[in-house]
T-cell receptor, first 112, second 114 residues
Framework: KAGVTQTPRYLIKTRGQQVTLSCSPI?????VSWYQQTPGQGLQFLFE???????NKGNFPGRFSGRQFSNSRSEMNVSTLELGDSALYLC???????????FGPGTRLTVT | GNSVTQMEGPVTLSEEAFLTINCTYTATGYPSLFWYVQYPGEGLQLLLK?????DKGSNKGFEATYRKETTSFHLEKGSVQVSDSAVYFC?????????????FGIGTKLQVIP
């Protein structure tokens, strides 16, 4: 099976812009979670989607949003970008009922 | 709430040295515990897991034992290699409202020098 893929791998945006990141989970995995990874804060949970519904959300402002499509692919959107949004954004998928998450390589977002 | 505490590092060791990375957790109930590894430029990979007290997870020479009495899940390896250089994350997973909620530690960077 193909692994979790994320596009794009690298992105440079300017403050105030918005960005959309994409994640394709492993075939058959219906749960997709998003994390923000920064040197100072480590891995912070953004949200989890299952069967097109958000069922878990971390402590991030409303500028961070996501959605999941019927084929389980997921997107996350960040509006009105701030310098502090510069981070590696990781997506992970898993089978329902399993503890194990499979991570993609991440999208490195730089906000200037 | 749930939390995971681990040293940030970096931890620098010579090849063939013994490795210990400490991890302690706070959680109600009976979480499952994990170690993930992140090699440079890659996402996280599950290294090992333990789902109940006294379980020992092991993989690629790494081991960790679920100690409920000390709320710990320390990662050990008897003889590290340069290829083990990576960032190691301790994590716990707990069922919350019918869903699995995962909490990660901050990650410990390991550098192994020849």
């Amino acid at each position: 099976k193909a692994g979790v893929t994320q596009t794009p791998r690298y992105l440079i945006k300017t403050r105030g812009q918005q960005v959309t990141l994409s994640c394709s989970p492993i075939s058959g995995h219906r749960s997709v979670s998003w994390y923000q990874q920064t040197p100072g804060q480590g891995l912070q949970f953004l949200f989890e989607y299952f069967s097109e519904t958000q069922r878990n959300k971390g402590n991030f402002p409303g500028r961070f949003s996501g959605r999941q499509f019927s084929n389980s692919r997921s997107e996350m959107n960040v509006s009105t970008l701030e310098l502090g949004d510069s981070a590696l954004y990781l997506c992970a998928s898993r089978e329902e009922g399993s503890y194990e998450q499979y991570f993609g390589p991440g999208t490195r977002l730089t906000v200037t | 709430g749930n939390s995971v505490t681990q040293m940030e590092g970096p931890v620098t060791l010579s090849e063939e040295a013994f490795l210990t990375i400490n991890c302690t957790y706070t959680a109600t109930g009976y979480p499952s515990l994990f170690w993930y590894v992140q090699y440079p430029g890659e996402g996280l990979q599950l290294l090992l897991k333990a789902t109940k007290a006294d379980d020992k997870g092991s993989n690629k020479g790494f081991e960790a034992t679920y100690r409920k009495e000390t709320t710990s899940f320390h990662l050990e390896k008897g003889s590290v290699q340069v290829s083990d250089s990576a960032v190691y994350f301790c994590a716990l997973s707990r069922n919350s409202g019918g869903y699995q909620k995962v909490t990660f530690g901050i990650g410990t960077k390991l550098q192994v020098i020849p």
